[in-house]
Every structure is written in structure tokens, then in C-alpha cells.
């Protein structure tokens, strides 16, 4: 069995369905659909598996003629797609007559020498059967006719595929550590991304909002596998759209609740701004590892120590609601501090993994409360009488029961978290908890108040983050 995934290159021109294809394949909404042309600006990548079988599918954004230096970053993206790739399907248009567009990119893959599909999409719309003929003067075989709304002729290019590449699996890695660069658009995520790659995977321009889908990959940092997804940036208030935007700011909250940890980044020449601070707060929200980048280091003339020093307390003023949040000043350009990031990184990975034992928390509880009891109302004042830490949550969770616990004041919640990380430490990670009336039946290790985390914290996460837009 082969330990090499294949791997699977979606082409074609703009808007012909290749990102429609590449989630129905993957029965997720992985990709942006939209009918505008030209939405898939990135190579974005997934596996996929059919029959057993494990492979990558890659959908590239839409072929075009390269009319400024943006456009031929993304032709040069396609080409190395395509160089890479083990497998090529060409997509073309069932109810569009075969245009220049169409030839120029089975053109190129077939001179990849590599097996080349074509994939004869949306056969739905065409007016005749005996239309798509046509297709068969493009040189390919196999041809394989196909509708993805209706799902027809997925099977059949999956049967068809799997006969072409070997066989080959990939388990999940449950030691491997997500990371997601998230910011305002043009603040250089995409940048990070590639220095932290050590290739050309995402497309960098001066253009704000390159970046519009979770784009991947997956490296090696001393024996540790990070896998690492630059997003689109989330815009100011009234700047999102509907449609693409829209989806760019969904498919962040989802890189943030896919993440262990989130790198936070900040641009120099526009320190911490309102809308970095509403991420720093849906990052804290979601109980994710947290890392504060200021990017484009590079970019400030005269700089020395003294200019970081001054510039770190005002950073860290204005994100004082993560205080356990470690702050680096870089620059992708230079490669100042970048390696440092991966070291950062997975000691926060595995802070986050740390265990306090029952007994340990209930000393220190009572040590915490002696040293400053909780206020509250007459006849109605919190007392906490033990605490537990949650078995089966990847953030580091408490609970701690007791009576009137409702009264417990916002402040006193703070002063706990902030003795606990004294005490435990907890460097570079959310910390969550919770305070539960003792008479309220509850399993150990799960939330009562949270019945379904999965579920319902990307909800509040996401409506809370909509609103605010």
C-alpha cells in the first residue's frame, strides 16, 4: 500500500463548477460557491476518500488569460497544481460551446503527461444530448458527464478515478496541532503562511482580501505535525458584503473552532484596532490557544529595542481581556522571529493539555477563598465548596459547585482565573470556568450548561460576530 496520498487537480476556467465539484466530492461546503466568476482565488486542498480509497483534491482557482501580475500569480498556482498533481481533471461547461479557454488548459494538461479526466459538468442544463459530442475533439479520455446539484456522475469519476491511482490511506493524526492565522485583510497572513510553509501556497498581493478560503498545509517542526490555515481577513463594520464576504467571515469562525491554536495578527503601522480586538475576543470565546503577532516589522524605519518596548505595553493595554496571551513582533520578509512562532506554538499545545488533579483544585480553592471571599447579597453570598477540572475538553475547563453561585460577581470570576494561572500556570490558552449550583445533577466531565459544545458554541459564536458586523 502505497504511504503517498494521490493527488487530485480540479481545472477549467472560471466558472464552470470546479468548486461545486470539489464539495460535493468532499459533501461539505469546503470551497466558496457563488455564481460570480472567478471565486476561487487560492488552491485550496482536503482529503477525500471513496470506496477506501484516501486522496487530496485540489481546486485551483478558474483558468484566465493573465492580464496583470495578480492574475498571473494565479495561472502560476494552476500550473504548479497541476505539476504536482498525480491525477488532472479538466472541467468544461455541458450547456457553453467549447471555447479558446477550454483548449488552452487541456492543452497544458495534457502535456503534463500525467492521466487527464474530463468532466463534462452541469449535463443538467444542456439542450441536447448529442451536444456533448462536441467534447470529444478536446483530445481527453475518459470523459465523464456530470450535474452537481442533482449529484449525478459523482460515482461514476470516483469508480473511474480510484482504477487510476494506487491504493493508499491516510489515518488522522490526533497528535497533530491545527493553527489558523487570522486578522484584518492585507495585515500579511498570507505572507506568514508562506514563510511558515517555506512555499508559495497562498496568493500574495498588495490588494487587500487575497485570501477568501481556508487554505492548508501541513509541516514538520521538530518531529510535530502542524497543520497550518490562513483565512480571510474579517472587515471593519459595514464593509461586509453579501455572498463571498459573507461566506470569508463564516469560514474564519470555522478555522477559529477548527484551531488549537489561533495566531493573532496585528499590522505595525495600525496597531490594535477595534475589529483585532473583536477577534481577540471570539478567539478567547471559542477557548482557543492565542498568540499576538505584530507583522511587517520590517516596514518601520529606525526601529530598535526601544521602539518593541514602547510599542509592547500599548499592544498589550489595548488586550488586556487576554493578558495570558504571549506577544512577537515579526516579519515574513526577514524571517524574524518566524521559527520562533512554532516554538510558541506548541508550547501551547501543550499547555493546553495539562491536568490538575481534584485534590490540587480543592486545596487551592480553599487557599483562594480564604485569601478573598466571594461577595453577594444579604442571606444570599456564594460559598464554593469544591472544584473538578473537565476530563474530555480540549480547553482547559473548571467547574466549580456551589451554592448561589449565581451572585458570584463578574470581577471575583477574573481574580479566580487569574490566581489559577499563578498557581497552574495555563501560558498562551483560554481558560475556561464555570460555577453550577450543587444541587444540579451533572456528569463528570460534562457541562451542564453547555449540552452540545460543538454545536451550540459555533452558533453563539457565530451570531454573536454578525451582530457586531
Known sequence: MSKKLPIVAIVGRANVGKSSLFNAILQRREAIVAREAGTTRDSITAKASWRGQDF????????????????????????????????????????????????????LALKSRKPVFLVVNKVDKARREHDLDAFQRLGIKPIIHTATTQHRGIGELLDTLIEQIPNATLPDNPDRISVALLGRPNVGKSALFNALAQKQQAIVADRAGTTRDINRTSVRYTGQEIELMDTAGIRRAGKIGQGIEHFSVVRTLSAIEQADVCLLLIDVNELATGLDQKIAGLIKEAGKGLVLIVSKWDSVEGKDAFTRDALAPQVGTAFDFVPWAP????????????????????????????????????NWLGQVIIKHPPAGLKNRAPKLNYMVQEDDNPTPAFKIFGSHTKFVHWSYRRYLERELRQAFGFEGTSVEIWFIEKHVAHKHGNSPTRPDRSDVQRDIIRKKTLRKQ
Open 56 to 107: 487530496w483534491l485540489v481546486d485551483t482557482a478558474g483558468m484566465k488569460d493573465a492580464t496583470d501580475d495578480f492574475e498571473f500569480t494565479i495561472q502560476e498556482q494552476i500550473l504548479q497544481a497541476a505539476d504536482s498533481a498525480d491525477v488532472i481533471w479538466v472541467v468544461v461547461e455541458a450547456d457553453v460551446l467549447i471555447t479558446e479557454e477550454d483548449r488552452r488548459v487541456a492543452t
Open 327 to 362: 506577544l512577537i513582533f515579526t516579519s515574513s520578509v526577514t524571517g524574524q522571529n518566524v521559527t520562533k512562532i512554532f516554538d510558541l506554538v506548541m508550547q501551547i499545545a501543550e499547555t493546553r493539555k495539562t491536568r490538575v488533579t481534584t485534590r490540587q483544585l480543592n
